[in-house]
């Protein structure tokens, strides 16, 4: 079937399904939605499709395009990334030039833009300028992890495609054929958040599952309205962890809730079995409405995450106030 490796996105399918049913195309799209859910992956499929030279929706898999597709050497399709740095208006310079290009072989050229967001305001306001004036035998499929992001004029000129988190049951579904562990498949599942991308870079080697049990391990130790810890804490986290963030937020975010649990009875709510004396220690130190401040602390801190902030004193400032609540 039309787009069957795509998972979890029926809505999504079945708009793009209808698309190449009618052959009737918009000269952009906008993949919106959080990361690691399959934007990428859609919009592959949906360009694979397009191109296919057999008639029908059904990308056959057999002809010269989608030989070449599969390949990667398919003369009229280019993927643009902007990888860990932003995107700049080189980069959209030279993607504008190429535009003046007629297709090799097909009846459109496909652009596949990933991290949209991440082009610098420059690079935007050049980008629009295509999304406004597009030539005919062009289509755009831009992916973007938050379109808030984004100028209005580009967000308005492409057809959004919204693509959600994932199912439980999926996530869970990939995980039993990739772990045998029914403690770290939960780990995984819980901080992968309905995202399968998160759970495929958490599945690398046992390196989260050991940086998991240092970090609770250095919290749990650390003294009261302690700055040098906590500085060495986000030392740590920068060197180990790359500086994500993100991933530290969600750890300590469960770390907290299972104290809470742990302060309430409710034990069979537990993530961090395998945590449980650092639990019993850490929780005399804790009152409940202590640990519901810090909770909010954190998700308010997280709601931050796609601002350009100093991240270092932000995070050092939220810790040293979470750590002083401590007993």
């Known amino acids: 079937m039309v787009l069957e490796k795509i998972k979890g996105q029926e809505r999504a399918r079945k708009i793009l399904g209808s698309h190449l049913e009618k ?7 906008l993949f919106h939605g959080p990361g690691g859910v399959g934007k990428r992956t859609a919009a592959r499929h949906f360009a694979r499709a397009i191109f296919c030279e057999n008639e029908g929706p059904e990308a056959c898999g057999n002809c010269r395009a989608c030989g070449q597709f599969d390949r990667g050497n398919h003369p009229d399709y280019q993927e643009i990334e902007a990888g860990d740095r932003t995107m700049g208006i080189e980069i959209i310079r030279e993607l504008r030039r190429s ?13 596949l833009i990933s991290q949209v967001e991440k082009m610098t305001p420059q ?30 004029t580009i967000n308005s000129r492409a057809f959004p495609i919204t693509f959600n988190f994932l199912g439980k049951k999926l996530i869970e579904s990939f995980l039993a054929k990739e772990v045998a562990d029914p403690q770290k498949r939960r780990i995984i599942g819980e901080i992968a958040g309905g995202s399968l991308g998160v759970a495929c870079q958490l599945l690398e080697g046992d390196h989260f599952l050991e940086q998991r049990k240092e970090l609770i391990s250095r919290w749990s130790k650390m003294g ?48 961090h079995q395998d945590c449980l004396e650092f639990l019993e220690d850490e929780g005399e130190r804790w009152k409940t409405v202590d640990l519901e401040k810090a909770l909010i602390t954190l998700d308010q801190l997280q709601r931050e995450k796609d601002r350009k902030i100093n991240w270092r004193l932000a995070l050092e400032a939220a810790l040293l106030q979470i750590n002083s609540w401590r007993q």
């Open 23 to 29: 052959g009737h195309y918009h000269h952009a799209y």
């Open 99 to 111: 535009l003046t290009l007629k297709p090799y072989q097909s009846q459109y050229r496909i652009f």
């Open 123 to 152: 690079a935007a306001n050049s980008f629009l300028k295509s999304l406004e004036e597009p030539p005919p035998s062009v289509i755009f499929i831009l992916t973007t992890d938050n379109r808030e992001l984004l100028l209005p």
């Open 224 to 271: 009261k309205q302690s700055f040098l810890e906590v500085h060495d804490l986000v030392q740590w986290l920068e060197k180990e962890w790359e500086g994500d963030y993100y991933l530290f937020f969600q750890l300590l975010q469960y770390w907290l809730r299972d104290l809470f649990y742990w302060k309430n009875g409710q034990q069979e709510n537990l993530l």
